[in-house]
């Protein structure tokens, strides 16, 4: 007995964890959360950000001492000559060839704020790439959005089809009793039967169709989903129309680093202020009275301003706002289609709220004189052909309504994803 208890036990520990494994569930949200952590392009986050904080490293080093090493070797048609001479003193000749060899360090004192408006540029920049990176996986919402209620759609049609199979299989049954009676012919329970067979086969494709659907998503979300996966039937929403789309994001990030761009044509028409100090080996040194190779050093400090920088500023600025102005064209181009898009899905929700409000008082007709036609095949009425007419045109009547309800599901959540208001 204890063995029995044991195994009863047992089938029903592993029916239990049969069935929850066969009832594995997948929310839209679950998906578009998986899609953005599989999707190969997420990976561009780490590199948009290493790539920015080796940039700013280099700007950075600009505090440091910059060294450079410079060699000239030289011919000239003439050198100093005194046009005199002073008993009992030998000036040198200085040689037409000189040479020079030398290293220069220069520290940076002040540079009127460049190296800190070349940081904030590049943090303007890495963050308008990584917003940008945002907006493109934005885009993957769509894309889930299709595949998600095509299998929703799939999972009702397939439903449906079994209905369908049902009604033609009772009709079958009935038929096959009128012709062991004698009173219908064999070929009205073949049409029965073929269609039976035919309806199968849609089942089939159904099926097939499904599959292809739960493999592409399987592809998009990184996690193997099968036909005992669930895809949980989203609720209707009401969505908000003002528009939230990462994009809009993207677009104030490219003002603020015009901004940055104007800052830092500023700052670049002010003096520099730095300390130098030059060591090098030349022939003639800074003995003017010596000819010879000789060592050398010179410190001090040094003021670098360029006014050249004036011819071009002008323009540049110029350039600047004429970039401003691109970028308010973009953004206004791109809310008119945004709204442009709202619109229509607007109509498409109203248009499909409004067959939906008629399609079950079209199935309803269409079930009763289905019913009634279930009756007059069994009692001899009417042919098989005459009843299967009836069943398809209750059939197409709850296919519509099927395809009604997702396509209004579907247009709801595209228009969330249009307007960026996901809840």
């Given at each position: 007995m204890?063995?029995?208890l044991?195994?009863?036990?047992?089938?029903?520990a592993?029916?239990f964890?049969c069935r929850?494994?066969?009832?594995?569930?997948?929310?839209?949200?679950?998906?578009?959360?998986?899609?953005?952590?599989?999707?190969p392009?997420?990976k561009?986050?780490?590199?948009i950000?290493k790539?920015?904080?080796?940039?700013?490293?280099?700007?950075?080093?600009?505090?440091?001492?910059?060294?450079?090493i410079?060699?000239?070797?030289?011919?000239?048609?003439?050198?100093?000559?005194?046009?005199?001479?002073v008993?009992g003193?030998?000036?040198?000749?200085?040689?037409?060839?000189?040479?020079k060899?030398?290293g220069?360090v220069d520290?940076?004192?002040?540079d009127?704020?460049e190296?800190?408006?070349?940081?904030?540029?590049q943090k303007?920049?890495?963050?308008?790439?990584?917003?940008?990176?945002e907006?493109d996986?934005?885009?993957?919402?769509d894309?889930i959005n299709?595949?998600?209620?095509?299998v929703l759609?799939?999972d009702?049609?397939i439903?449906?089809?079994d209905?369908v199979?049902k009604?033609?299989?009772l009709?079958?049954?009935?038929?096959?009793?009128?012709?062991?009676?004698?009173?219908?012919?064999?070929s009205n329970?073949?049409?029965?039967?073929?269609?039976v067979?035919?309806?199968?086969q849609?089942s089939?494709?159904?099926?097939?169709?499904?599959?292809?659907?739960?493999d592409?998503?399987?592809?998009f979300?990184?996690?193997?989903?099968?036909?005992?996966?669930?895809?949980v039937k989203?609720?209707?929403?009401?969505?908000?129309?003002?528009i939230?789309?990462?994009?809009l994001?993207?677009?104030?990030?490219?003002g603020?680093?015009?901004?940055a761009q104007?800052?830092?044509?500023?700052?670049?028409?002010l003096?520099?202020?730095?300390?130098?100090?030059?060591g090098g080996?030349?022939?003639?040194?800074?003995?003017l009275?010596?000819?010879?190779?000789?060592g050398?050093?010179?410190g001090g400090?040094?003021?670098a301003?360029?006014?050249?920088?004036?011819?071009?500023?002008?323009?540049?600025?110029a350039?600047?706002?004429i970039?401003?102005k691109?970028?308010?064209?973009?953004?206004?181009t791109?809310?008119f289609?945004?709204?442009?898009?709202?619109k229509?899905?607007?109509?498409?929700?109203?248009?499909?709220?409004?067959?939906?409000?008629?399609?079950d008082?079209i199935?309803?007709?269409?079930?009763?004189?289905k019913?009634?036609?279930?009756?007059?095949?069994e009692n001899?009425?009417i042919t098989?052909?005459?009843?299967?007419?009836?069943?398809?045109?209750?059939?197409?009547?709850?296919?519509?309504?099927?395809?009604?309800?997702?396509?209004?599901?579907?247009?709801?959540?595209?228009?969330?994803t249009?307007?960026?208001?996901?809840q």
């Amino acid at each position: 007995m204890k063995k029995k208890l044991s195994f009863l036990v047992f089938l029903l520990a592993a029916a239990f964890m049969c069935r929850a494994q066969s009832t594995d569930q997948l929310t839209l949200n679950d998906c578009y959360r998986l899609a953005l952590q599989n999707y190969p392009e997420v990976k561009q986050r780490e590199l948009i950000a290493k790539t920015a904080d080796y940039t700013i490293e280099n700007i950075q080093k600009g505090y440091l001492p910059q060294l450079n090493i410079n060699g000239q070797a030289s011919y000239q048609s003439a050198v100093i000559a005194l046009p005199f001479k002073v008993p009992g003193v030998n000036f040198p000749t200085y040689s037409k060839d000189q040479y020079k060899l030398y290293g220069e360090v220069d520290q940076t004192l002040y540079d009127g704020g460049e190296i800190k408006q070349q940081k904030q540029l590049q943090k303007t920049t890495e963050a308008i790439n990584q917003q940008q990176l945002e907006a493109d996986l934005y885009q993957l919402k769509d894309r889930i959005n299709q595949l998600f209620f095509g299998v929703l759609l799939v999972d009702e049609q397939i439903k449906q089809n079994d209905l369908v199979i049902k009604d033609v299989q009772l009709g079958h049954d009935k038929i096959r009793a009128s012709i062991r009676n004698g009173t219908a012919f064999r070929s009205n329970g073949d049409v029965l039967e073929a269609q039976v067979l035919q309806d199968e086969q849609q089942s089939v494709n159904l099926r097939a169709s499904r599959k292809a659907y739960m493999d592409m998503l399987s592809l998009f979300i990184g996690k193997t989903v099968d036909e005992n996966t669930l895809l949980v039937k989203p609720p209707s929403v009401n969505v908000m129309h003002a528009i939230n789309r990462p994009e809009l994001l993207v677009y104030d990030l490219q003002g603020k680093n015009l901004d940055a761009q104007n800052k830092l044509l500023t700052v670049q028409t002010l003096p520099k202020l730095s300390l130098f100090l030059q060591g090098g080996f030349a022939r003639p040194g800074l003995d003017l009275l010596s000819n010879n190779f000789a060592g050398y050093y010179i410190g001090g400090i040094k003021l670098a301003w360029s006014p050249s920088i004036f011819y071009t500023l002008k323009n540049s600025r110029a350039l600047i706002d004429i970039s401003r102005k691109n970028l308010v064209v973009e953004k206004e181009t791109f809310l008119f289609n945004t709204n442009l898009t709202v619109k229509q899905q607007d109509a498409d929700i109203g248009k499909y709220e409004q067959l939906l409000a008629s399609d079950d008082r079209i199935i309803e007709l269409r079930t009763k004189v289905k019913n009634t036609a279930m009756a007059q095949l069994e009692n001899g009425v009417i042919t098989s052909n005459d009843f299967l007419i009836d069943v398809n045109d209750e059939n197409q009547a709850r296919q519509n309504k099927i395809l009604h309800e997702v396509q209004l599901l579907m247009t709801q959540y595209n228009q969330q994803t249009t307007t960026g208001n996901q809840q």
